[in-house]
């Protein structure tokens, strides 16, 4: 997938600047896509120059004149046929994982500490996924507003989030039993030894 389609996905949602679609990448898409704000804006100004979306200003009293984005129909044709491509297989870089997969013989201690930051971070994410998901209900159960919602996918890429930050935190519960019932036993091998 490149980030080209994730903007045009984006911009289903409506016209949005790009300040808007960096504050949508930062809440609704970074489960499963990441961007900065430099890459977003370069992007927006290529699909513009493709015709893939318009570009009009915004006068503002007090702030900057900005610029809001939306989707044309070659934007919607390029969607639907990127939608009908197969993609490709998910690829996991995970530094944590190296981190993890040579911890017996690196700074146990301190790997032990980056599982439970990534679970901090895991139930941060949670906690912002559960607030955006509480906002797309508007009170509705789940399955009146997948029956109603004009989208869905929206809130199916939510779910898949949800999914992966629960995942991880269930590993890290793991995770972090085994290195400290490792740390245990081996203090304990010393003092075994002694009275021996």
Not at 123 to 136: F, G, N, Q, S, T
Not at 162 to 186: I, M, S
Request: glycine share 6%; proline share 4%; aromatic share 8%.
């Amino acid at each position: 997938m490149s980030l080209k389609h994730a903007v045009l996905a984006a911009l289903l949602e409506g016209e949005a600047s790009g300040y808007d679609l960096a504050k949508i990448f930062d809440v609704s898409v970074a489960n499963f896509w990441a961007a900065t704000p430099q890459q977003l804006y370069r992007e927006l100004e290529r699909l513009a120059e493709a015709g893939l979306i318009t570009a009009r200003v915004v006068e503002q009293e007090r702030r900057p004149n900005k610029r809001m984005f939306s989707l044309t129909e070659p934007g919607r044709r390029d969607l639907v046929a990127y939608t009908g491509t197969p993609p490709r297989p998910s690829a996991v870089r995970d530094e944590l994982m190296v981190q993890v997969q040579a911890c017996d013989e690196g700074d146990t201690a301190a790997v032990r500490e980056f599982v439970a930051q990534r679970m901090e971070a895991s139930r941060a994410k949670l906690a912002r996924y559960d607030r955006l998901r509480e906002w797309m209900l508007d009170g509705r159960d789940e399955e009146t507003y997948l029956g109603e919602a004009e989208r869905v996918g929206p809130y199916l890429t939510l779910m898949r989030g949800r999914f992966f930050e629960e995942e991880n935190l269930r590993w890290g519960e793991r995770a972090l039993a085994v290195l400290d019932r490792r740390a245990a036993a081996r203090s304990a091998a010393p003092e075994a030894v002694r009275q021996g």
